[in-house]
């Protein structure tokens, strides 16, 4: 799996979201690698990390991070959330989660309603075999609509698709299933590091609602809600969601790498 690593002081390991790649992040990077080493994340079959070996699936992916990566702040956006959540319970070496537009569940249920119908995740599963690179395009949409710098957020997201290559069409249809199948609801209560969770009022993938439902199930946890954000709201508005997560690693105190 190939992970990226840059800048110095606390580790930051970030996780990025369904068909993209580490350089997703390129705007938080250009604001936090002064004061943080990045370790950026491409999941299996995504980006460098297409011929990795292992599928794209919670344990063993959350495993091979937590293997190559050091205690440290997980960062995750909207499916890489799942990782996350999956590497917290399984390690305390996560010391602090951020979740960007992300959920213990991704689609509405009887107990659930602050989410997407399920079908929708499974349409775009039959659409993808269909028309590939339409179908991709088309899910970006889904990940700007709304927000107040939609057009610009469009375009770096469709710069950035394909910029390590072409995701895995297995690996894009584990990651649909995983969106439509998760539910690590029941990990939150047992949380036992501070998590910071920060939304785009104007998501339509994930409504704000079912993140600070899901902030309040966790025990140490703080919500923050972007006006004007969609679903990827550390593009169109970087330097807040940077002073925030600065702010949340700041509180935590955790050294850099090799500190004594």
């Given at each position: ?8 002081g606390?580790?930051?390991v970030?996780?990025h979201g ?9 705007p938080l990077?250009e604001r936090?690698?002064?004061h943080h080493?990045?370790?950026?994340v491409?999941?299996?079959g995504?980006?460098r990390s ?6 794209l699936?919670?344990e063993?992916?959350?495993n091979e991070?937590l293997a ?6 997980w960062l995750?956006?909207?499916?890489g959330?799942?990782f996350?959540?999956q ?6 070496q ?5 979740m960007?537009?992300a959920?213990?569940r ?7 309603t602050?989410?997407?119908?399920p079908?929708?995740?499974s349409q775009?599963?039959s659409?993808?075999?269909?028309d590939y690179?339409?179908t991709?395009?088309?899910f970006?949409?889904l ?12 375009r770096t997201?469709k710069?950035t698709?394909?910029?390590r ?5 297995v690996?894009?249809?584990?990651g649909l299933g995983l969106l ?9 209560p ?5 998590s910071?969770?920060i939304?785009g009022?104007r998501?339509?993938l ?5 993140m ?6 966790a025990?140490?946890s703080?919500y923050?809600d972007i006006?004007s954000g969609g ?8 330097d ?5 997560v ?5 509180n935590l105190?955790?050294p ?5």
């Open positions: 799996m190939h992970i990226e690593v840059t800048g110095s606390p580790p930051l970030l996780i369904w068909a993209l790649h580490g350089g997703v992040f390129a990077v936090l690698s002064a080493q990045l370790h950026l491409d999941l299996p995504h980006g297409r011929d990795a070996g292992i599928p699936a919670l063993p992916a959350a991070i190559r990566t050091p205690p440290a702040v995750a956006w909207s499916l959330g799942l996350a959540l590497a917290a319970a399984l390690s305390p996560v010391r602090g989660l951020a960007i537009a959920t213990p991704f689609v509405r249920g009887q107990d659930w602050h989410a997407v119908e079908a929708v995740f775009f599963g659409e993808l075999q269909q690179r339409g991709l395009e088309r970006l949409a990940d700007t609509i709304g927000s107040e710098h939609a057009r610009a957020e469009l997201l710069q698709l394909y910029a290559g072409e995701p895995a069409p690996a894009l249809q584990q439509e199948q998760s539910d690590l609801r029941a990990a939150l047992a949380l036992s590091v501070p910071l969770w939304s009022r998501d339509r994930v409504p704000p609602a079912g600070r439902e899901a902030a309040a199930l025990p140490q703080r923050l006006a679903h990827a709201p550390f593009l169109g508005h970087a807040q969601v940077a002073q925030e600065q702010k949340f690693m700041h105190q955790i850099a790498v090799g500190a004594t």
